[in-house]
């Protein structure tokens, strides 16, 4: 009864929590975009009805999207910590069951064989927490899918000028809308 009661009241407290709003592109956000075969990844320095330029080395290289070529839009919303932790905790095992066998090897070829599993079993223990924390700290970006519609209404009347950075040098694009 009581965990009847606890699971009623996680799911309708979990329904009155307002759904998350999808993430909003802008100028300095890291995306992803996808154009047929082609993976452009890095900061988005521009946008417009030309398309997206994104700066794929920092002040170095700049790519510019029509957008009718880009096929798929991902922004970078956080860390995918709990991705982190999970593979840090696995790499830490197999590396922790890999220097227990070894441990244990050594023990025996050297006749010290009281409890030589009991390597196999201490050094995963010991190294899970420390991948745990080493892959919460290196988690991977986490990625989400928006539509083309996310990117704000550029359409102006008049004259832009922009400046984009290149390899060497800048590009310089002048528009006029009416």
């Not at 794929?56 to 709990?82: C, K, M, N, P, Y």
């Not at 999970?86 to 069951?97: K, P, Q, R, S, Y």
């Amino acid at each position: 009864m009581r965990t009847t009661v606890l699971t009623l009241a996680v799911c309708l407290a979990a329904a009155t929590v307002p759904a998350a709003e999808p993430p909003k592109v802008s100028i300095g956000s890291r995306v992803r975009a996808w154009s047929g075969e082609t993976v452009v990844s890095g900061t988005l320095i521009a946008f417009g009805s030309e398309g997206l330029t994104i700066e794929t080395r920092q002040g170095r290289d700049a790519t510019t999207l029509g957008l009718g070529r880009i096929d798929r839009l991902q922004v970078e919303h956080g860390r995918s910590v709990f991705a982190g932790v999970f593979w840090g905790a696995v790499i830490a095992a197999l590396a922790g069951i890999v220097a227990g066998l070894v441990e244990a090897d050594r023990a025996a070829s050297q006749g010290e064989c009281e409890m030589c599993g009991l390597g196999v079993v201490v050094y995963p223990v010991l190294a899970i927490p420390v991948g745990a924390l080493v892959g919460a700290a290196a988690a991977p970006p986490a990625w989400h899918d928006v539509g083309l519609p996310a990117l704000p209404d550029t359409r102006r009347q008049g004259v832009r000028f922009r400046i984009a950075p290149v390899e060497g040098g800048a590009r310089f694009a002048l528009s006029y809308g009416f």
